[in-house]
């Protein structure tokens, strides 16, 4: 299974910087701008 992880960030330079480097180290990643949608984006099954 591949880990998965969420960035929550408003900057679009340091999220795309995040990502990339989180991606090209195999990670499956997924970004939201802002809390609000950062919570729509979060898997039900993890952990809170």
Known sequence: M???IL???DE???ADFIV????????T???AADG????DRRDPA???
């Open 36 to 39: 609000p949608s950062g919570t």
């Open 20 to 27: 990339r480097g989180l991606s090209e180290e195999g990670y």
């Open 2 to 4: 591949s880990i998965r």
């Open 29 to 31: 990643v997924a970004h």
């Open 46 to 48: 993890s952990s809170t």
């Open 7 to 9: 960035i929550v960030e």
């Open 12 to 14: 679009p330079g340091i």
